[in-house]
């Protein structure tokens, strides 16, 4: 298998719920125009406590400074596994799990932080660009390595960051955090971009003006009925979904585009309170016990908590999976 490195820089940040209404003319270019602003990485998850966008520095620039916004301080870099040569297509990926050996365990092991954006296509590795060094040389082993430069991949060996390379201390044992399970169903979908506009109406409706009341990070019990989640990512030109199945069907059914089994997924919400950037295995704390039994996942990280996603009937394994490895680390 070969790890792409995209040409992509992208900045993480927190918009407050209470400060949408400032954002929603950049928001609906980037959602809709994108080669007006030449932004091509753009995702935006909608969770009860704020929206996390992510997005590369040239759609960056349409989203002015505000006391709403809360900018992390790294600049991101994108990986991607692209197995046999092929990049990602319209076909519904597996998930995390086929990654999580692979990736997210050995850059767990080197004390290297991840965020994790699965699409309805693929899933997208993002690591701090100061972490490069010791990404390659960790990864090295396993993978062929390429960098994108202007459409181009470029090999990518040990020696051409050796320069930058530190050794990592040794990754401290990591936090197991809580986890819950809230009841809603959720569809993961794409849409081909010609027909997005035919939707345009009913997204702009859900995003900016279908509300719940908004929670303080870390605020509710651990077992929730219900939870507010809709993600809606535009990467290189692949459109991908995460909604509840409830609004779902306000969407025309001809439109949306899933499995041909419209299968149904579970949500695992990782972090009882916010969990920060700095700390390491936080996805690997889930991933690894679900790629051992062969679990698929999609995995969606946002400023605050990390989100899993598992097929509905899985549910209950998932859930004594991780109570097991919870019990385990006591």
């Known amino acids: 298998m070969d790890l792409h490195i995209l040409e992509h820089r992208v900045r993480v940040l927190?918009?407050?719920?209470?400060?949408?209404?400032?954002?929603t003319h950049p928001l609906l270019k980037l959602?809709?125009?994108p080669q007006r602003c030449r932004c091509k990485f753009f995702s935006l998850t909608e969770t009860p406590e704020d929206y996390t966008i992510m997005l590369d520095e040239e759609g960056f620039k349409e989203l002015p400074p505000s006391e709403f916004m809360q900018v992390a301080d790294s600049t991101w870099l994108v990986l991607s596994v692209v197995s046999n040569g092929r990049a990602p297509s319209g076909c519904q990926a597996t998930g995390v799990t086929k990654?999580?050996?692979s990736v997210i365990a050995p850059l767990a092991e080197h004390h290297v932080s991840v965020l994790m954006l699965s699409t309805y296509q693929t899933d997208f590795i993002l690591v701090r660009e100061r972490d490069l060094p010791v990404v390659i040389h960790t990864l090295a082993g396993e993978f062929d390595i390429y960098k994108e430069e202007g459409g181009e991949c470029i090999p990518v060996t040990c020696d051409d960051v050796s320069n930058g390379f530190l050794k990592p201390k040794p990754a401290a044992s990591p936090t197991l955090h809580p986890v819950q399970s809230p009841q809603t169903r959720f569809c993961v979908l794409t849409v081909a971009p010609d027909t997005l506009p035919a939707i345009a109406t009913m997204l702009i409706d859900v995003l900016f003006y279908s509300h719940s009341p908004p929670r303080e990070a870390g605020a509710g019990s651990q077992d929730l009925d219900s939870i507010t989640f809709f993600a809606f990512s535009l990467i290189e030109g692949y459109i991908s979904i995460v909604?509840?199945?409830?609004?779902?069907?306000?969407?025309?059914?001809?439109l949306l585009l899933t499995s041909s089994?419209?299968?149904?997924?579970?949500?695992?919400?990782?972090?009882?309170?916010?969990?920060g950037?700095?700390?390491?295995?936080?996805?690997?704390?889930?991933a690894e016990p679900l790629a051992a039994a062969d679990i698929s996942a999609y995995y969606i990280s946002t400023f605050n908590f990390d989100h899993a996603l598992v097929p509905e009937e899985g549910i209950a394994e998932v859930i004594q999976l991780l109570q097991q490895r919870q019990e385990s680390g006591r």
């Open 99 to 101: 990654i999580a050996r």
């Open 14 to 23: 927190s918009l407050a719920r209470r400060g949408l209404w400032l954002y």
């Open 277 to 286: 950037f700095d700390e390491c295995g936080i996805v690997a704390q889930i």
């Open 261 to 275: 089994t419209g299968e149904l997924w579970r949500m695992v919400r990782i972090g009882g309170q916010p969990l």
């Open 243 to 254: 909604m509840d199945a409830e609004t779902q069907k306000r969407f025309p059914s001809d």
């Open 31 to 33: 959602l809709f125009l």
